[in-house]
DNA sequence: GCCAACGTTGGC
DNA sequence: GCCAACGTTGGC
């Protein structure tokens, strides 16, 4: 599990928000599923296909890379804010997140009809009907036909992954 | 705006 | 622990 699938809706932050900002803290995530994946299984390095939800017309892109540990969530603390959550506290906080950086954007975003209508791509979680989850991993095999029908290629090389944490 | 999918909540 | 009601996601 080193590679990810990361959803934003672009109205509300857009991978042209992450490209002048450079760093995003990935907060807001309130699903145990997706923040138990950025909690337990992200390694800083790791990439990230960035997923526009949402959009007009939805997809595919560009890349993020996850940009240092897991760590609360600041937003559970705000109890004026919308994702405040009564029951955490700073000695057991309840959500926790990772910052991902910016990587590149697609020379050709993939609109959900191309990942659909590629027999590669087709079979990715976010072209199964239902998949709701905003975080998940995806195949390596996936992420780098992704990659390549985007137009992005790093270096040549596979994704680099830097050495675990902890 | 519709609605399918599915996660969460809360009564029992 | 079951499950009906409800809320959210997100494509279309």
């Not at 939800?53 to 937003?75: L, Q, W, Y």
């Not at 603390?77 to 009564?86: M, N, S, T």
Request: hydrophobic residues 40%; positive net charge; charged residues 20%.
């Amino acid at each position: 599990m080193s590679h990810w699938l990361i959803k934003s809706e672009p109205e509300v932050f857009s991978i042209a928000d992450l490209a002048r900002v450079r760093r995003e803290p990935w907060t807001g995530v309130r699903n145990y599923q997706a923040r138990n994946f950025m909690w337990k299984n992200m390694l800083p390095g790791h990439l990230a296909l960035f997923y526009h939800s949402n959009a007009k017309p939805p997809g595919i892109v560009g890349v993020a890379r996850v940009g240092g540990p897991p760590r609360p969530d600041p937003t559970q603390f705000e109890p004026d804010g919308d994702y405040f959550d009564p029951k955490a506290s700073a000695a057991n906080p309840r959500w926790w997140l990772v910052d991902f950086e910016y990587v590149a954007t697609f020379a050709r975003p993939l609109t959900l009809a191309d990942l659909k209508a590629d027999p590669v791509l087709a079979t990715m979680p976010v072209c199964q009907r239902g998949t709701r989850l905003s975080i998940h991993p995806v195949a390596a095999g996936h992420f780098e036909r992704a990659c390549q029908l985007g137009g992005w290629h790093d270096g040549g090389r596979a994704p680099q992954v830097t050495a675990p944490f902890l």
